[in-house]
């Protein structure tokens, strides 16, 4: 069970799937607009940053309209100190990391904070103060909850942040690139103190 303060500040991609499931409540044919930013464009990522992966996300309406779409892992630091040294995640020699394995153990367990630059974003998927989902938008909070079109408040993604979290676990091997380029040195930090001394040969007392 997930912890309250975690519910309240903080929400994984785990979480967002679960969240999602009632979306259909408020669009009925929600997967199908989906399916529809595929068919027209689907996603692209546009530029990957230290701590922030910015996606084009094509409408599922309009020809050659596409919208930002920002998504932030958060606590990065503390997750590569929670999966680094587990050897389990290491190549088969066990000589290091395999940022493979690693990328896709901190997919998985990250907190993450989301933000699109489309109208269902926001207008029907606010993230407030008073909602768990406050502390999971990306940029500027928003206070008012949307009493008019979701007062519910069903979902938490709009179709265009579906559609990446759909696609992002194909990513995995551009997050362990990510990973490597961006964070080499805490990486080699942490595989550094994780590793077992060698045993040092003894010497033979003399008599």
């Given at each position: ?110 907190d993450v904070q989301i933000e699109c630059s ?60 990510w990973l490597k380029e961006n964070y080499a ?23």
């Amino acid at each position: 069970m997930i912890d309250l303060l975690q519910q309240l500040n903080e929400i994984s991609i785990s979480g967002i799937a679960k969240r999602q499931k009632d979306i259909t409540k408020l669009f009925p044919t929600f997967f199908d607009r989906v399916q529809a930013v595929a068919d027209k464009g689907g996603v692209r990522l546009n530029n990957l940053q230290t701590d922030l992966w910015q996606f084009r996300v094509h409408s599922g309406t309009d020809d050659n309209k596409w919208y930002e779409f920002n998504f932030h892992i958060k606590d990065l630091v503390n997750l590569l100190n929670k999966y680094v040294p587990d050897k389990s995640l290491w190549t088969k020699d066990k000589q290091r990391a395999d940022l493979r394995k690693v990328a896709r153990a901190i997919f998985f367990d990250a907190d993450v904070q989301i933000e699109c630059s489309c109208p269902a974003a926001q207008y029907y998927h606010h993230y407030t103060q008073s909602r768990p989902k406050y502390d999971a938008k990306y940029g500027r909070k928003e206070n008012r909850p949307p009493v008019k079109r979701n007062p519910n408040e069903y979902g938490i993604l709009c179709k265009h942040g579906n559609a990446v979290l759909k696609t992002l676990p194909f990513y995995i091997t551009t997050i362990a690139k990510w990973l490597k380029e961006n964070y080499a040195d805490k990486i080699k930090e942490i595989q550094d103190k994780t590793r077992e001394p060698e045993t040092e040969p003894e010497v033979e007392q003399e008599t």
